[in-house]
Each structure stands twice: as C-alpha cells, then as structure tokens.
C-alpha cells in the first residue's frame, strides 16, 4: 500500500505566477489535509476535504488560496499571485473513515517563491 | 484558544541516555494525541497515537503518556542513539470545532551525540 504521495517535491515560482501542489491519498482513504509549515515554524492547519467537497477551510487565508479533491485524480492546493511570504513547506494527509485514525503525512512540497 | 505547546524548543544529550520530551494543550476535551518525528527537508513520521480513553502507548523504545486532567503528554525515549536525532512534533485533535483538523507544537529538536 503505497503512502501519501506529494507532487512536485520542489517547486520555484516567481512573484505573481501561479502554483498547484498536488496529493493522491493513500489507497482506501477518502479524508485530505493541507497543512501549511512557514520557516522556522510549526504545521498550520489549512484545509480539510473529503471527495468532492471541501469540509473545513478555516485554516486557509481567504484570498489567493483554494483546494479541491475531485470525484477522480488527486487534491490540487492552488495558490494563484505567489508572493514571498508563500514561500513553505506544503504538507498533505489523509486518513480513513474515522476520526480515531492517524493522519498519514506525504513528504511535502516544498515552495520557493523568488 | 486551543494551542499545543513544547518544551523545550531544543534538547541535547549523549549517545545512551533516557530523555523525556514534554507536551502541553490547553484543552481536555481531546479525540487522541499523537507523536510524530520530522528529518530536516523530509515529512513527518507518525511515531505514537494514544487515543482519549488511554493512558500510554509503546513503541519498541518510545513510550507516551497522557494525562488529559492536567493537558499534558510525555515521550520517553529510552537508551537515546544518534539516529535519534530529528524534530519530534507533538498534535493534538481537539474534540470541539472541526474534529478533523490536527492543532501542532512547534517541536522539539533533538540532538544526541555519539
């Protein structure tokens, strides 16, 4: 059972352009986390989805940001006019039906905004 | 507010010696707790889930406590080799507000010298 996979590892973006982070859940699990770790701080919680439906974005800043998990295919973090201050580690989690399950980690994408 | 809190920031001991890391939150009303480790530049390694209803969990030479009375966590690490040696973040999933969503220290670094 492959893990939580993350895609791309790195990504460069330059101020203004756009950037999508991607994250296909391990196999059997239908429940997505974004977290968010700036430089030198801990993990931010983001947002929370299940298929097709985003179930708690409290997490996530209100402009710029969106998230999906599609009926097929991965969740997309979108983050549209990079900025410096985006520049992080992009972390992803999934975990099956219920709430007394661990939340499995992928290995991040880390984003560098130049 | 709920927060999660870890002390200390940043602990050094030698190669053989028995530590403990500390974990605070501010809230009892807890779902389970959970113990992670993070390698710089890697994602996070689920190390220990104790649930509400639990005191301890182990895991070969780590062992956890929760005392949800007094919002505190322990992880005992026993006979420390420099292998050891990551970010050991501890994460709450607080019962109140979206119950999914997973409330993180901001670490504790540890360095265990050979």
């Known amino acids: 059972n492959a893990g939580v996979m993350q895609n791309p590892r790195h990504l460069v973006r330059r101020r203004g352009q756009e950037a999508r982070l991607r994250c296909s859940p391990m196999?059997?699990?239908?429940?997505v986390y974004w977290y968010r770790q700036l430089p030198e701080e801990g993990l931010k919680f983001m947002v929370y989805l299940q298929k097709e439906n985003i179930i708690d974005e409290s997490g996530m800043p209100k402009e710029r940001f969106s998230a999906e998990f599609p009926k097929e295919g991965p969740s997309i973090l979108r983050i549209q006019q990079v900025v410096r201050g985006d520049s992080a580690a992009y972390f992803c989690?999934?975990?099956?039906?219920?709430?007394?399950?661990?939340?499995?980690f992928g290995p991040g994408t880390r984003l560098l905004v130049l | 507010k709920q927060e999660v809190t870890q002390i200390p920031a940043a602990l050094s001991v030698p190669e053989g010696e028995n530590l403990v890391l500390n974990c605070s939150f501010t809230d009892s009303a807890i779902y389970n707790l959970q113990w992670f480790r993070q390698d710089p530049g890697k994602g996070l390694t689920s190390l220990l889930l104790i649930q509400s209803s639990q005191r301890e969990q182990t895991s070969g030479r780590l062992n956890a406590s929760l005392d949800k009375s007094s919002g505190r966590s322990t992880l005992y690490i026993a006979a420390s080799q420099p292998g050891d040696s990551a970010t050991y973040l501890c994460?709450?999933?607080?019962?109140?507000?979206?119950?999914?969503?997973?409330?993180f220290g901001s670490g504790t670094q540890l360095t265990v010298l050979p």
């Open positions: 989690a999934s975990s099956p039906q219920s709430i007394q399950e661990t939340q499995y």
């Open positions: 994460a709450v999933r607080y019962s109140s507000g979206s119950a999914r969503q997973l409330t």
């Open positions: 196999k059997g699990h239908s429940h």
